[in-house]
C-alpha cells in the first residue's frame, strides 16, 4: 500500500520534461530548421538553371527555324541584358531585323530574365543550324554568359550542350 502512495506522490509532483520528450522536440527542430535552409538557399540557383534552360530551348528553336527556312534567311535570337526576343533576318547581312516572333510557351515575343541578365549579342543561326557571324559570313563559335553561367554553341555543327 505504501508503494503504491510513493508512486501517487511521485507521478502528481512531477514538473517539468523527460529526457526523451527534450530530445524528440529538439530533433524535429533540427529536421524543420535543415529543411527551411534548404529551401531559402537552394532557389536562386534553381531559378538561374531555369533561366538557361528556358534560353537553350529557345535557341534550339531559332535553329529550328533557321534550318527549315529559305536562305539566305536567318533566325536567332536577340539578347539584350535581362530581356531576348526571336528575331528573323531576312537579308542575310545580319543587320536588317524584322519585327519580332512569339516565343514557343510565352505569351509575348519578349521574355525576360529579371533579376539575371546575360551578354548583350545577337546570335544568329544560318540554313544549316550552325551560328553565324555576319561580319565573316561564315560560323562562329557564340558563347552567352548568363550571370554565372554560360553557354556555348559550336561553330560549324551549331550543338547547343
Given amino acids: 500500500m505504501q508503494k503504491g502512495k510513493i508512486l501517487k506522490n511521485r507521478i502528481i509532483s512531477c514538473k517539468g520534461f523527460t529526457l526523451i520528450e527534450i530530445i524528440a522536440t529538439l530533433l524535429m527542430l533540427m529536421i524543420i530548421a535543415a529543411v527551411a535552409i534548404s529551401r531559402v538557399s537552394g532557389t536562386d540557383e534553381a531559378k538561374l538553371q531555369a533561366e538557361v534552360d528556358t534560353l537553350k530551348g529557345h535557341l534550339r528553336y531559332a535553329q529550328y527555324l533557321a534550318m527549315n527556312d529559305v536562305s539566305p534567311v536567318r533566325w536567332g ?4 541584358g535581362q530581356s531576348y526576343t526571336l528575331i528573323k533576318n531576312s537579308t542575310g547581312d545580319g ?7 512569339s516565343l514557343p510557351g510565352e505569351s509575348s515575343a519578349t521574355h525576360s530574365m529579371t533579376p539575371l ?8 543561326f544560318d540554313e544549316w543550324g550552325a551560328p553565324y557571324n555576319a561580319a565573316t559570313k561564315m560560323a562562329a563559335n557564340t558563347t552567352i554568359s548568363v550571370s554565372t553561367q554560360s553557354i556555348t554553341i559550336t561553330p560549324e555543327t551549331g550543338f547547343i550542350p
Avoid at 535570337?77 to 539584350?80: A, K, L, Y
Avoid at 543587320?95 to 516572333?101: E, K, L, R
Avoid at 541578365?117 to 544568329?124: D, F, K, P, Q
Wanted: aromatic share 10%; hydrophobic share 55%; charged share 0%.
Fill in 77 to 80: 535570337i536577340q539578347i539584350s
Fill in 95 to 101: 543587320a536588317a531585323f524584322t519585327s519580332p516572333y
Fill in 117 to 124: 541578365s546575360a551578354t548583350v549579342i545577337n546570335v544568329l
